[in-house]
T-cell receptor, first 110, second 111 residues
Framework: DGGITQSPKYLFRKEGQNVTLSCEQNLNHDAMYWYRQDPGQGLRLIYY???????QKGDIAEGYSVSREKKESFPLTVTSAQKNPTAFYLCASSREDIQYFGAGTRLSVL | QKEVEQDPGPLSVPEGAIVSLNCTYS??????FMWYRQYSRKGPELLMY????GNKEDGRFTAQVDKSSKYISLFIRDSQPSDSATYLC???????????FGTGTRLLVSP
């Protein structure tokens, strides 16, 4: 089955801890994206990557980091500098105009 | 002012009703318009995709774009309880990968 796999589905972060959210796609898409979704705020772009080994900051990149070492993978690290990390995180990939989304990871703070 | 405005709802309708969901936007450079459906605790899935102005129909769903008014709509005919979800509009400019999303409208269709 082709698609975008995000893991884990639920993640808990302790104070001062970095956590990494996984995103893998087997759609052979060049571009990948990370969004954060909060109630009443829609989707906000954190980072995006159009090709391997290259990525750009989105609207709310502070406190997050990414890497793009392989076409299939675009992990997101939520660092301890992100003071309000509780949210639903969505990964997407795109071919041409259309973005396809994974099932999301819900991150909570302990 | 947000670039894209969308009423958060909830919008409650009985089964079989015609549903109208809308977004307004301020950037006249937007050329590509999308509607996504998102079930609770799931990722959004693309429902409709249109370029520039006009109508597009797919089964029970019709998307309309009125660029002169900066207004887009999604109509759902013969609504079903399974249509209960949050509907997100999204749009982008030519040459830009970045999508700008509305906040989403929560739709509840009761049997």
């Amino acid at each position: 089955d082709g698609g975008i796999t995000q893991s884990p589905k639920y993640l808990f972060r302790k104070e001062g801890q970095n956590v990494t959210l996984s995103c893998e796609q087997n759609l052979n898409h060049d571009a990948m994206y990370w969004y954060r979704q909060d109630p009443g705020q829609g989707l906000r772009l954190i980072y995006y990557s159009q090709i391997v080994n290259d990525f750009q900051k989105g609207d709310i990149a502070e406190g997050y980091s990414v890497s793009r070492e392989k076409k299939e993978s675009f992990p997101l690290t939520v660092t301890s500098a992100q003071k309000n990390p509780t949210a639903f995180y969505l990964c997407a990939s795109s071919r041409e105009d259309i973005q396809y989304f994974g099932a999301g990871t819900r991150l909570s703070v302990l | 002012q947000k670039e894209v405005e969308q009423d958060p709802g909830p919008l409650s309708v009985p089964e079989g009703a015609i549903v109208s969901l809308n977004c307004t936007y301020s950037n006249s450079a937007f050329q590509y318009f999308m509607w996504y459906r998102q079930y609770s605790r799931k990722g959004p899935e693309l429902l409709m995709y249109t370029y520039s102005s006009g109508n597009k129909e797919d089964g029970r769903f019709t998307a309309q774009v009125d660029k002169s008014s900066k207004y887009i709509s999604l109509f759902i005919r013969d609504s079903q309880p399974s249509d209960s979800a949050t509907y997100l509009c999204a749009m982008r400019r030519t040459g830009f990968q970045k999508l700008v999303f509305g906040t989403g409208t929560r739709l509840l269709v009761s049997p």
